[in-house]
């Protein structure tokens, strides 16, 4: 098991995470999902032992081994951990075998299980056949499956992935998730992957922790945040694409959307609707609850179509079974339903 017990780390007095608990079971594929500079490395290198919290602790199967309120941390090298960044550093002097090497002969193991472990992980990773060259005789791509080979050689309980796919091309990117997937599923380590990208959250997480501004907004499988999502922030992340948020806010006797009175009843007088893609229509007339508003792009994916539309600041996304029969730049009509996927106070937090 991984346990973070309300971690937090400030720099100075700036907090880059607040306060974060949870735990995940061994062989658990938590992904670490959030915007840029939200303290998703900072979270990965407290699990490292790279950086010491300012307060709370992290166990390693039930073993603390960092502890912010008595300030004191295992060595990174003894912590059963290995961490894969977004920038590979090989070492250049060395041949891929050699890099692979390094991890085994610095834990101290004899030369012929060396031999044998760096041969198992160079096939697991289909690299065998590059053993003897140099990192700048391969490609980029062939050079993250080095990296990856040089982490999982020592056999980590826990691996750690700081955006490790974002440097490759999006079809390698592809490739390679599916790839991690199955290296994990082989070694049976619990692994923790930062990213910004909630297709790679979805797709390879067994759990997904939601970080805004340090703190965890949700916490669960991806299913969960799809299903229910816990904040505005946490509906507008996830999900492909990502659910419309549309302020609702009390004019006289009603209410109104984007300026327009609406037929639409929230349960406080200012609140945010969420309506997700699938529950917008698209039609060239207004309707009993629509909103005029430019298309502005349409695109098919999977056979369905991806329609969105601007009105002043607002943003809409729907997703359709048909082409709408308008094109881009023409006006069209949003409808919305007459009862929103989820109701969020202004400050973004769920109402029942
Ligand atoms: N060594 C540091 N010194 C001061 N501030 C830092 C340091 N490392 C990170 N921060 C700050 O902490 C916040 C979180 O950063 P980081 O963990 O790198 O976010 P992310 O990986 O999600 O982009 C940011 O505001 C960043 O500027
Ligand atoms: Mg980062």
Same mark, same amino acid.
Request: proline share 8%; with cysteine; charged share 20%.
């Given at each position: 098991?991984?346990?973070?017990?309300?971690?937090?780390?400030? +720099?100075?007095?700036?907090?880059?995470?607040?306060?974060?608990?949870?735990? &995940?079971?061994?062989?658990?594929?938590?992904?670490?999902?959030?915007?840029?500079?939200?303290? #998703?490395?900072?979270?990965?290198?407290?699990?490292?032992?790279?950086?010491?919290?300012?307060?709370?602790?992290?166990?390693?199967?039930?073993?603390?081994?960092?502890? @912010?309120?008595?300030?004191?941390?295992?060595?990174? *090298? #003894?912590?059963?951990?290995?961490?894969?960044?977004?920038?590979?550093?090989?070492?250049?002097?060395?041949?891929?075998? @050699?890099?692979?090497?390094?991890?085994? #002969?610095?834990?101290?193991?004899?030369?012929?299980?060396?031999?044998?472990?760096?041969?198992?992980?160079?096939?697991?990773?289909?690299?065998?056949?590059?053993?003897?060259?140099?990192?700048?005789?391969?490609?980029?791509?062939?050079?993250?499956?080095?990296?990856?080979?040089?982490?999982?050689?020592? #056999?980590?309980?826990?691996?750690?992935?700081?955006?490790?796919?974002?440097?490759? $091309?999006?079809?390698?990117? &592809?490739?390679?998730?599916?790839?991690?997937?199955?290296?994990?599923?082989?070694?049976?380590?619990?692994?923790?992957?930062?990213?910004?990208?909630?297709?790679?959250?979805?797709?390879?997480?067994?759990?997904?922790?939601?970080?805004?501004?340090?703190?965890?907004?949700? +916490?669960?499988?991806?299913?969960?945040?799809? $299903?229910?999502? *816990?904040? *505005?922030?946490?509906?507008? +992340?996830?999900?492909?694409?990502?659910?419309?948020?549309?302020?609702?806010?009390?004019?006289?006797?009603?209410?109104?959307?984007?300026?327009?009175?609406?037929?639409?009843?929230?349960?406080?007088?200012?609140?945010?609707?969420?309506?997700?893609?699938?529950?917008?229509?698209?039609?060239?007339?207004?309707?009993?609850?629509?909103?005029?508003?430019?298309?502005?792009?349409?695109?098919?994916?999977?056979?369905?179509?991806?329609?969105?539309?601007?009105?002043?600041?607002?943003?809409?996304?729907?997703?359709?079974?048909?082409?709408?029969?308008?094109?881009?730049?023409?006006?069209?009509?949003?409808?919305?339903?007459?009862?929103?996927?989820?109701? +969020?106070?202004?400050?973004?937090?769920?109402?029942?």
């Amino acid at each position: 098991m991984l346990e973070l017990k309300n971690l937090t780390k400030s +720099f100075g007095d700036v907090p880059a995470v607040r306060d974060v608990s949870l735990s &995940v079971p061994d062989g658990a594929f938590l992904v670490l999902l959030g915007p840029s500079g939200c303290g #998703k490395t900072t979270l990965l290198r407290m699990l490292a032992g790279l950086e010491l919290p300012t307060a709370g602790q992290i166990l390693f199967e039930g073993n603390v081994v960092s502890d @912010g309120d008595r300030q004191w941390q295992v060595d990174p *090298a #003894k912590r059963n951990s290995g961490l894969v960044f977004q920038s590979y550093a090989l070492w250049p002097h060395m041949t891929v075998r @050699g890099n692979v090497d390094w991890p085994l #002969k610095v834990a101290g193991l004899e030369t012929a299980a060396r031999t044998q472990r760096v041969d198992e992980v160079l096939a697991m990773l289909e690299i065998n056949q590059l053993a003897e060259r140099y990192p700048n005789e391969i490609s980029g791509g062939q050079q993250q499956r080095v990296a990856i080979a040089r982490t999982i050689a020592p #056999k980590p309980g826990v691996l750690l992935f700081d955006e490790p796919l974002s440097n490759l $091309d999006a079809k390698l990117r &592809v490739e390679m998730r599916t790839e991690l997937m199955r290296l994990h599923r082989a070694t049976g380590a619990t692994a923790v992957y930062v990213t910004h990208d909630q297709i790679e959250a979805m797709t390879m997480a067994t759990h997904v922790a939601v970080v805004n501004k340090g703190r965890i907004e949700q +916490f669960g499988a991806p299913q969960d945040l799809i $299903d229910h999502p *816990a904040s *505005a922030f946490v509906a507008t +992340f996830v999900g492909t694409p990502p659910n419309n948020i549309v302020p609702v806010v009390r004019s006289g006797a009603g209410w109104q959307v984007a300026g327009r009175p609406m037929d639409i009843t929230p349960p406080l007088d200012d609140c945010l609707a969420m309506f997700r893609a699938d529950s917008l229509s698209v039609a060239l007339t207004e309707g009993p609850r629509s909103l005029p508003m430019e298309l502005v792009e349409v695109s098919t994916i999977a056979g369905r179509t991806m329609a969105t539309a601007l009105a002043g600041g607002l943003r809409l996304t729907a997703v359709l079974d048909r082409p709408p029969a308008a094109r881009v730049g023409d006006r069209v009509h949003i409808g919305l339903p007459p009862v929103p996927d989820a109701w +969020f106070t202004p400050y973004g937090e769920r109402i029942a």
